[in-house]
């Protein structure tokens, strides 16, 4: 009866330091979630005064990309970037597939053309105040660790970028992204449907 009671307590020991193993082990292993975030941003010197003008029309911005993970990389399938202004489209953009190593920041400096129309309502609205723009980005990723790579995830994320009268971020000197709401759908693009989950 003692043998039988001590094999049971032994039994359940190990049932219960098996499952704290693999909790502790799960946690150590499980990616963690990347950080896009805007570093700069800058509207174009000058208005365009007409709204094809393409010269007067590029607006530019920094994108860093932090990857906290160090047992894993990332293989992206390509990144579209849309700008928006109210829920007008200024302008888009598109990364090809690139890698990225195992705790790495990847700095993606960006332009994009806008819409001129749109461009000179951003204008006129910093000259009395401020303005604000959203970034949205979408695409698929996979991690890749010592035992392969995973099944792609969809991401899709957004960020409000508020501008000031010198055209560039006011306020706040950095925007992180953060996923997308239910309340806001990024526009198909570039073939978006790719990267969407």
């Not at 010592?146 to 306020?171: C, E, F, N």
């Not at 925007?175 to 989950?197: E, F, N, P």
Request: net charge positive.
């Amino acid at each position: 009866m003692c043998e039988t009671n001590s094999f049971r307590l032994w039994l359940i020991q190990v049932v219960v330091l098996s499952g704290l193993l693999a909790l502790v082990l799960w946690l150590a292993l499980r990616p963690k979630n990347l950080t896009y975030t805007v570093i700069s941003f800058s509207l174009p010197a000058t208005s365009p005064v007409d709204p094809g003008d393409a010269q007067n029309s590029a607006i530019s911005f920094d994108l860093e990309i932090e990857n906290p993970n160090n047992g894993y990389g990332i293989y992206y399938n390509g990144i579209n970037m849309t700008l928006y202004y109210n829920d007008d489209i200024l302008g888009e953009t598109f990364l090809p597939d690139f890698y990225q190593g195992k705790g790495k920041t990847k700095k993606i400096s960006q332009s994009i053309n806008a819409d001129g129309r749109f461009l000179k309502k951003i204008f006129t609205a910093i000259s009395n105040a401020t303005a604000e723009t959203r970034l949205g980005l979408a695409t698929r990723i996979r991690f890749k660790s010592w035992t392969g790579k995973t099944k792609p995830h969809g991401m899709q994320l957004q960020g409000r970028i508020p501008v000031g009268s010198d055209g560039k971020i006011a306020g706040k000197k950095k925007i992180k992204l953060q996923h997308v709401s239910r309340k806001w759908k990024l526009r198909k693009s570039y073939s978006l449907h790719q990267y969407q989950s």
